[in-house]
Nanobody, 114 residues
């Protein structure tokens, strides 16, 4: 059974940093490209960063230069380091496989506010 558990969210001031983690289980993690998505209130879920099984990385323009995605295949975990956070980054953040996505986890809330 595929399971995705996101953690690391919280309340942070503009300009601050957070590191999100996503622990995956139930599938061959190392062979799948993984992505971080976010969904703000009233908006559609969007892909903000993804990392391939050969560490090929892409970012949405809105987070490029501020977010860094990484993975640890030994721990079946994907990370999202978020720096220089802005109020518009406020959302629930989720991880998932890029292909054959699994059921969504509970996500982790990120709130950027002074």
């Amino acid at each position: 059974q595929v399971q995705l558990v996101e953690s690391g969210g919280g309340l942070v001031q503009p300009g601050g940093s957070l590191r999100l983690s996503c622990a995956a289980s139930g599938f061959s993690f190392s062979i799948y490209a993984m992505g971080w998505y976010r969904q703000a209130p009233g908006k559609q879920r969007e892909l903000v960063a993804h990392i391939g099984n050969r560490n090929i990385i892409n970012y949405a323009d809105s987070v490029k230069g501020r977010f860094t995605i990484s993975r640890d295949n030994a721990k079946n975990t994907v990370y999202l380091q978020m720096d220089s956070l802005k109020p518009e980054d406020t959302a629930v953040y989720y991880c998932n496989k890029i292909t054959k996505p699994a059921s969504w986890g509970q996500g982790t809330q990120v709130t950027v506010s002074s």
